[in-house]
């Protein structure tokens, strides 16, 4: 059973950055598909970022350019860099894992989440 924590988030201003930290337990990233997700009140989840084992990164148009997703196979530890960023980014943000590449859409393995606010 893959255990997953995520970490950093808060309130930043408009144009800010902030590092978002998934990290796993009972289960290897490396090996993983492991992807980010955001929901804000009222809306749909929405796809942020995926990073495959191989090392393919894809990401959600509306955060292309500004997120960038990482991992660090020692710490066993996904990151999220955000940069840019824009009131609309405001969200809680999900960190998610599937052991099957094609299965990243609908992670196996979900976060308890952290919220990021970002004021105008």
């Known amino acids: 059973q893959v255990q997953l924590v995520e970490s950093g988030g808060g309130l930043v201003q408009a144009g800010g950055s902030l590092r978002l930290s998934c990290a796993a337990s009972?289960?290897?990233?490396?090996?993983?598909?492991m992807s980010w997700f955001r929901q804000a009140p009222g809306k749909e989840r929405e796809f942020v970022a995926v990073m495959w084992s191989g090392g393919v990164k894809s990401y959600g148009d509306s955060v292309k350019g500004r997120f960038t997703i990482s991992r660090d196979n020692t710490k066993n530890t996904v990151y999220l860099q955000m940069a840019s960023l824009k009131p609309e980014d405001t969200a809680g943000y999900y960190c998610?894992?599937?052991?099957?590449?094609?299965?990243?859409?609908?992670?196996?393995?979900w976060g308890q989440g952290t919220q990021v606010t970002v004021s105008s």
């Open positions: 998610g894992a599937s052991p099957s590449g094609s299965g990243w859409k609908s992670p196996r393995y």
């Open positions: 009972g289960g290897t990233v490396s090996i993983y598909a």
